[in-house]
């Protein structure tokens, strides 16, 4: 008498006793190793937090509302990717094409603003009006008792935060730096399954795998940057938050 066996996960043979397949258990694995190697970076960043003697800091040079928009679009390019796989399992191949170059251009979306974030931040100035400054930063204040001392109308500073300004910027830039490296691998990888889907027998509903592969991927970097966002950029704006 034949023996049934059960349907095969994703259309591949199943390699591990766990139930999932080797490929995704590596990814698994790998997951597990990045989220240590993330979180050293973000440990690292903590414990130098506030260690910086001189150089701009975060309340000076951190804008929140535009980093907002640059986490809520990584954020919808879950979302995105979510109804790319579900589209895929449905064999609605046109729709998952859509939502995959959907993602795709989220992603490079979040690159461009991080682009913009660092250069505005390794050009960063600041000017200080010597009758009236209002309420100063730390640094500002910095600027302010060494330009205004001399009896001039204004004061201000034309340096900018970059990796060797000081601790801050050397643990920040390193550490959103790396993420930066991994959203943009994932962009590559989701178009690289985009246009294989149009290789014919190659991404098929049956055929899920690459893309589920691409999806656990892509959602890690989206909760990681939550982290980051959280820790990094509110924390280091509003203490107390």
Not at 41 to 56: D, F, H, N
Not at 61 to 70: E, L
Not at 130 to 147: N, R
Request: net charge negative; charged share 15%.
């Amino acid at each position: 008498m034949a023996q049934e066996h059960a349907a095969p996960i994703h259309g591949e043979d199943e390699g591990t006793t766990t139930g999932l397949n080797h490929r995704k258990m590596l990814m698994w694995a790998f997951l597990g190793s990045d989220c240590m190697f993330f979180g050293s970076l973000i440990a690292t960043y903590l414990v130098y937090q506030g260690k910086s003697l001189e150089g701009p800091l975060p309340i000076d040079v951190f804008d929140i509302p535009v980093t907002s928009i640059s986490t809520f679009v990584l954020l919808m390019s879950s979302m995105s990717m979510v109804l790319a796989y579900s589209a895929l399992t449905k064999n609605n191949m046109k729709g998952f094409r859509i939502w995959m170059i959907s993602t795709a251009i989220m992603g490079a979306t979040f690159i461009g603003f991080q682009v913009y974030e660092f250069s505005s931040f390794a050009n960063h100035h600041v000017e200080i009006d010597c009758v009236s400054p209002g309420e100063l930063t730390k640094y500002e204040q910095h600027i302010f008792d060494d330009g205004c001392s001399s009896g001039e109308a204004h004061a201000e500073s034309h340096e900018g935060l970059k990796p060797q300004t000081n601790l801050f910027g050397t643990t920040f830039y390193t550490l959103t730096g790396f993420h930066g490296a991994h959203v943009t691998l994932g962009i590559v990888w989701l178009l690289s399954l985009l246009l294989l889907s149009f290789k014919k027998g190659v991404i098929t509903p049956e055929k899920n795998l690459d893309v589920d592969l691409a999806a656990l991927y892509w959602h890690f970097v989206d909760v990681v940057w939550i982290v980051i966002f959280t820790v990094v950029y509110l924390f280091g704006v509003f203490p107390g938050f």
